[in-house]
């Protein structure tokens, strides 16, 4: 079953504020691109790999990552449907995002085993560790949630692309912030796998330094 990954990296990168669009943000002598891509075009799950990227963007996104790059949309879904639309035939798909620029092999490895063994769609999960409350409009603390009921929703997120292509089409013109939530919107079961720390979304300045830590364990030799 040929498999494609689609890597999102068309966001500006608004609450990390650097003068580039987050994914070409310098970490440990390499963009965050380029480290995320190496995870996948490496990966012997992985079959082929697209670049959603800034619509000004999109040479030198193909350029550093050395896999084709198409134009990404305003919001992170249009980006996706972007991707989508240039994985060809491949019977698998999995959307990721470059601003999870550490997701370990393994998880990737975790989400295609879901897939290759009947799943539709499967994504990477942690548990949630703070105490969790909810807050009313005017920001006054309500109740204490269950924490043992939530889970942290991570990338890369896997779906039969058939299955993916038509929750894309039914959801134009609704937002939901990840692609599991429309394939579950058509009525389809989406499996847990285990996710890890190193998948975590650098979104803010602080993620950034995390990355650095990250960067200098996993690549010593990079920093
Ligand atoms: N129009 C968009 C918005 C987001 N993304 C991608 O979706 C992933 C998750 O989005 P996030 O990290 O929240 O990125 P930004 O939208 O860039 O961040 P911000 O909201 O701070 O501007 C990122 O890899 C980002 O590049 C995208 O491809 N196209
Ligand atoms: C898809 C995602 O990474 C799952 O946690 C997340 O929802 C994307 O966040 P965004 O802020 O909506 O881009």
């Known amino acids: 079953m040929t498999c494609a990954a689609v890597l999102v990296a068309a966001g500006s990168g608004s609450r990390l504020g650097a003068d580039v669009p987050k994914a070409f943000v310098p970490l440990a002598g390499r963009t965050l691109l380029e480290h995320a891509v190496a995870r996948f075009v490496s990966h012997p799950d992985v079959d082929r790999v697209v670049v959603v990227a800034p619509a000004d963007r999109v040479d030198d996104a193909a350029r550093l990552a050395g896999v084709p790059a198409v134009a990404g949309g305003d919001t992170r879904q249009r980006s996706v449907g972007a991707g989508l639309a240039a994985v060809g035939d491949a019977r698998l798909v999995l959307v990721h995002d470059v601003a999870r620029a550490f997701v370990p ?79 579950e919107a058509l009525g389809h079961t989406v499996v847990a796998v285990p996710g890890a720390e190193e998948a975590f979304k650098i979104t803010r300045p602080w993620d950034l330094a995390v990355a650095e830590a990250v960067a200098a364990r996993v690549h010593p030799a990079a920093t």
């Open 105 to 183: 092999t393994a998880v990737i490895a975790a989400v295609v085993a879901a897939l290759r063994a009947g799943a539709v769609a499967a994504i990477p999960v942690l548990a949630v560790h703070d105490t969790i409350r909810r807050v009313d409009a005017a920001g006054e603390l309500v109740e204490v949630v269950d924490r043992a009921s939530l889970v942290a929703v991570q990338t890369p997120q896997g779906f039969r692309r058939d299955v993916l292509a038509a929750a894309h089409e039914a959801g134009r013109g609704r937002s939901a912030t990840d692609d599991a939530a429309l394939v």
